[in-house]
């Protein structure tokens, strides 16, 4: 496949996992909450684990947008987030880490991730969810 099409699958799942949250509710937390999460975004899905039952669950990074800001940063698929600007996400909900990586567009958010090698912080500047559409259009 080319190198376009694998761009295009992956933006596709991107967007999937994205109305999914939206759309469903979520298991993640409540789904009561009025407040929405700010518009500033990093071009990333999550996947909320555990190696095996009743073991404390980690933060995986399941998708990147392939024009996005996070996969510009270097932070990619199976990576471990860690921290948000320097704050541990341990016994945070899904909804608090998502509301604590979006923020104000413009603005940059920095996340301590487990790589397959170590240990790395990758600095990443949130845009809309309008301009990484039209990167994609690009």
């Given at each position: 496949?080319?190198?376009?099409?694998?761009?295009?699958?992956?933006?596709?799942?991107?967007k999937r996992q994205q109305e999914i949250y939206h759309l469903q509710e979520n298991p993640h937390g409540d789904i009561s909450e009025p407040t929405l999460p700010p518009p500033g975004i990093i071009g990333v899905a999550l996947h909320?684990?555990?190696?095996?039952?009743?073991?404390?669950?980690?933060?995986?990074?399941?998708?990147?947008?392939?024009?996005?800001?996070?996969?510009?940063?270097?932070?990619?698929?199976?990576?471990?987030?860690?921290?948000?600007?320097?704050?541990?996400?341990?016994?945070?909900?899904?909804?608090?880490?998502?509301?604590?990586?979006?923020?104000?567009?413009?603005?940059?958010?920095?996340?301590?991730?487990?790589?397959?090698?170590?240990?790395?912080?990758?600095?990443?500047?949130?845009?809309?969810?309008?301009?990484?559409?039209?990167?994609?259009?690009?």
């Amino acid at each position: 496949r080319s190198t376009l099409d694998r761009s295009s699958a992956a933006s596709d799942v991107y967007k999937r996992q994205q109305e999914i949250y939206h759309l469903q509710e979520n298991p993640h937390g409540d789904i009561s909450e009025p407040t929405l999460p700010p518009p500033g975004i990093i071009g990333v899905a999550l996947h909320l684990t555990a190696e095996r039952i009743g073991d404390p669950a980690g933060l995986f990074v399941r998708a990147t947008h392939p024009m996005g800001p996070a996969i510009k940063a270097g932070l990619t698929h199976g990576q471990e987030i860690l921290t948000v600007d320097g704050m541990s996400i341990k016994g945070k909900t899904y909804r608090e880490v998502v509301a604590m990586i979006r923020g104000e567009i413009g603005k940059s958010v920095t996340l301590q991730v487990k790589t397959f090698s170590g240990f790395k912080e990758v600095k990443i500047v949130r845009i809309s969810e309008q301009m990484l559409s039209e990167e994609k259009q690009i």
